[in-house]
Each structure stands twice: as C-alpha cells, then as structure tokens.
C-alpha cells in the first residue's frame, strides 16, 4: 500500500478518552483532543482516517467516491465471532438504507419518507404530546428524581411503538428485541459469540413480526406508518424483505439517538440556569437553545464513510477501502475564534451536523425535533427550575464510539430560582 501522503497520529484511543473524560467538560474536551491532532489525518489505533474540519466533511458526504456501505469494516471488529451465527442479523442490516448507495438508496429513503410526510406527523403529535403529558406530570411534584430512567428512555421507544401502532401487548418484546439490535449495531457489544446468537435471535422475531404486521396492515390498511410504507412499497417495486429491514432500521435510528440527545441537552440547559431562565422569559428562544445544544452536544459522535476509489481530501492521500471517521463534535465547532465556537449563543445561524448531511441526513430529524421540542416546551411548561443533585452523580454513558449520551442525571428542584413561584 503506498501511503507517502498520508498523514499518520496515534494517542490515546477515542474510546477511552471518552470514557475518562469529566461528565460536564466531555463535549469540548473530546473535541479539543480529536481536533489536537490535525485537520485530518490516519488514527494508527483505530485504522481510520478522522475529519474534523467541516468543509472536508461535506466534500466527502456530497462525493461518489464514498460508500454508505460498512459492512466490511463492520465484521473487521468482530475477529472473535463465528459469523455464520449472525446470518438472519446481515440479511437485515445489509438492505438497510444507511448501508446503501446510490439510486438503491434514494429508491429506499423515498419508501420511508413517506411515512414522515407533514401529513403523518401532524396527525400523529397529539398521540405523542399525550404521552409527554403522562411522563412529564409522573415528575412534576417530585423534589428528586432520575430523569433518564423517568423521562427520556421511555420517550423515544414509546414514541415509535405508536408511530407504528404496535398492540400494547406485543410492545415489551418489540421493545427487547429493537434494543438488542441498536446496540449491536451500535458497537455496544463485545461481539463474542454468545452476543451473535443474541442480536441474530433478535433480528429473526422482528423480521417475522414485521412479516405478520405487513399482512394485516395490507389486509386492512390504517393512518400508521407500516400503512403508508406499504402504499409506497407497489409504486417503488422494492421487496417485501426490503421494506422490513427499512422498518427495522427506523427502530435501531430513532430509539438511542434521541435518548441519547434529550439527555444532552437536558444536562446542558441544567448547566446553564441563566440560559434555562432567558429562555423561560422568552419561549421563541427554545428551538435555537436547543439546536445549539445539539451543536455543542451531538448524540451521534462519529459519522463514517467507506473510500470506494483513490482520492485525495485536502492533503491526505485516500485509498479504496479506507475507512473515514468525521467527528462531529470536532466539526460543529469549526468556525472563527471570534464567532466563540465553545460557546452558547442563542442567535447562531445553525448548521451543525448532529442530524448529518447530504444524501443520508437524518430521516427522522422532522420526528426528533418535534419529540424534543415538545418535551423542553413541556417541561418549562411546570414552571419548575432544575438543577443537578449535588448529592447523586450524573454519568455518562459512551457505551460505542459512535454514539454519547448519559445512563443518570439526577435533578431537583431548584426552589431559590424566581421561575419557581410563577
Ligand atoms: C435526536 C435524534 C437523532 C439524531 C441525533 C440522529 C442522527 C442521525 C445522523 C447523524 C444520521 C446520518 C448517518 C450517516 O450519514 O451515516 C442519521 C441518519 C438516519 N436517521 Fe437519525 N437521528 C436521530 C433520530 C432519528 C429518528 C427518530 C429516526 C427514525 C425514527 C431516525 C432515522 C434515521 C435513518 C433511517 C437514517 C439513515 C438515512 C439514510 O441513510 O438516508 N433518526 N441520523
């Protein structure tokens, strides 16, 4: 392999640094460190090349030259896994849009985009507002309490059990099984074969669910997303094993991501009482604090792309094959000094990457946005002000690298604030 143009640096893995970091200054720490070593360069520890200037990563999330598809260096981190275990697990994941390139790709995204229209999600946020009403008021005359086991686990899966209508019945396993999925497919696993047999028992029940659930929306079709899939699956022409591994994929995208981002931002604006109380006065000032959030705080920590020919980015020499890891918290900051990059301002024009860019941004960004939105609204709705229990610490959970958020924030009340009485 010829790689006289290739910038080199090893260090301290990303995992671990993540790992060791202090809860409150883990975002700019971590992007500090990635960004320490360069604009872009080949991380020895990890055999990836790290991007962590914004203009690089929207030349190669806009190039050709590179494939969604990581299925390859996906099984180069299972060295241990006999992966005859994980058939049912493949034939799943490898038809799944963010595995696919191309006029394969757009033909699924159309597929599922239909099921986000604005149509689908108007009719659908009053079931969601419900079921923020419900969790919200379990805590409103709490002094204490927990708020990822309260609030923002159950929201996402919840959220897409009705997106889908899934029986209240059914709903525990469907839940077990996505979760299995996301973390595997997340990198949360040791990929031992005991972990195979696991996730691949997982992807075989809800690819026979979803069997059973295509027959009866298709017998008698409703208003739930299943339904209005189905409608674009005849004009598409796509398979019905390829509709299933785009509804599974909906699962493992929207459960830990939006999790993961309500906690972020949920822990920020805790951080921050004079952001929590000027956004309290003046409620048009919610979505820009939040999307900043999102900025400094991205659930999804790594966005990567396989190189399918030789190229060049900026200095660095790309081969095919190469694997391309673009730090998100790194390039969310990429700007002027003067525009004070770690900082929080509420007036920003936003263009931050924690829902993507190009071909692939996030599908279920419309969703996501109006599930945290609605909660944030919500809670300040209370006219109570939170701040972290001094007593209980709040952890973080960087349980991939891909992905960051918190397993514990402890909250009270914060009964000397003004906002208290209101
Ligand atoms: C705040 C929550 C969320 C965050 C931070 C997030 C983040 C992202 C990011 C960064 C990507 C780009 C991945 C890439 O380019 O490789 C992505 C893609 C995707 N997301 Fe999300 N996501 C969130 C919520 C959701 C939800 C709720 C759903 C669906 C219910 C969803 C479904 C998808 C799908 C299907 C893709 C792949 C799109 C494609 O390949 O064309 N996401 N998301």
Redesign the pocket.
């Known amino acids: 392999m010829n790689t006289d143009m290739r910038i080199t640096k090893s260090g301290e893995s990303f995992h671990e640094f993540k790992k060791r970091s202090d809860v409150g200054q883990f975002p700019q720490a971590f992007s500090d460190y990635v960004k320490s070593h360069g604009d872009i360069y080949f991380w020895e520890k990890g055999n990836f090349h790290v991007i962590t200037k914004s203009d690089h990563a929207k030349e190669i ?1 806009l190039s050709d030259a590179f494939s ?1 598809d990581r299925g390859s260096f996906f099984i180069s981190r299972m060295p241990n896994m006999d992966l005859s275990l994980i058939q049912d697990f493949f034939s799943v994941v490898r038809k799944m ?2 595995m ?1 390139d191309d006029e394969d ?1 757009l033909k699924k ?1 159309k597929l ?1 985009l239909k099921g986000f229209d604005d149509q689908v999600l108007l009719r659908f946020k009053s079931v969601m507002s419900k079921t923020i009403d419900d969790l919200v008021s379990s805590i409103k005359d709490q002094d204490t309490f927990e708020f990822v086991s309260a609030i923002s686990s159950k929201l ?1 899966s919840t959220v ?1 059990a009705d ?1 889908f209508c899934i029986p209240n019945e059914d709903r525990h396993l469907f839940l077990e099984h996505s979760n299995t999925m996301t973390g595997f497919f997340g990198g949360a696993s040791k990929y031992q074969n005991e972990d195979g047999v696991k996730v691949n028992n997982s992807a075989s029940f809800l690819k026979k669910y979803f069997e059973r659930l295509i027959d009866e929306r298709t017998k008698s079709p409703g208003e739930d997303y299943v339904s209005q899939v189905l409608v674009m699956q005849k004009e598409l022409d796509l398979t019905r094993d390829e509709v299933i591994s ?1 509804l599974i ?2 699962l493992v ?2 459960m830990a ?2 999790t ?3 906690n972020n931002c949920l822990f920020l604006m805790v951080n921050h009482p004079e952001v929590q109380e000027e956004v309290r006065a003046k409620r048009g000032l919610l979505i820009p604090m939040l999307e900043e959030f ?1 900025r400094l705080d ?3 920590t790594f ?3 396989v190189a399918r020919k030789e190229t060049m980015i900026g200095p660095q020499k790309i081969l095919p094959g190469d694997v391309i890891f673009i730090s ?1 918290h790194a390039i969310n900051r990429d700007m002027p000094v003067e525009d004070a990059p770690n900082e929080i301002r509420l007036n920003r024009i936003q263009n931050h ?13 419309k ?2 946005r109006m ?2 939105n609605t909660l944030f609204e919500k809670l300040l709705d209370l006219g109570i002000s939170w701040k972290l229990d001094e007593e209980k610490l709040s952890l973080r959970d960087h349980y991939s690298l891909s992905f960051s958020g918190f397993s514990e924030i402890h909250l009270k009340q914060n009964k000397s604030c003004p906002s208290h009485s209101s």
Do not use: N, W
């Open positions: 999330l969604a849009m963010v696919s790709h995204r599922s996402p897409l997106l785009q994929m909906m995208a929207g991501t939006t993961d981002q309500i999102k991205p659930a999804v966005i990567f792309r998100t990457f924690a829902y993507g860019f190009g071909s692939h941004f996030c599908i279920g960004a969703l996501a599930e945290i």
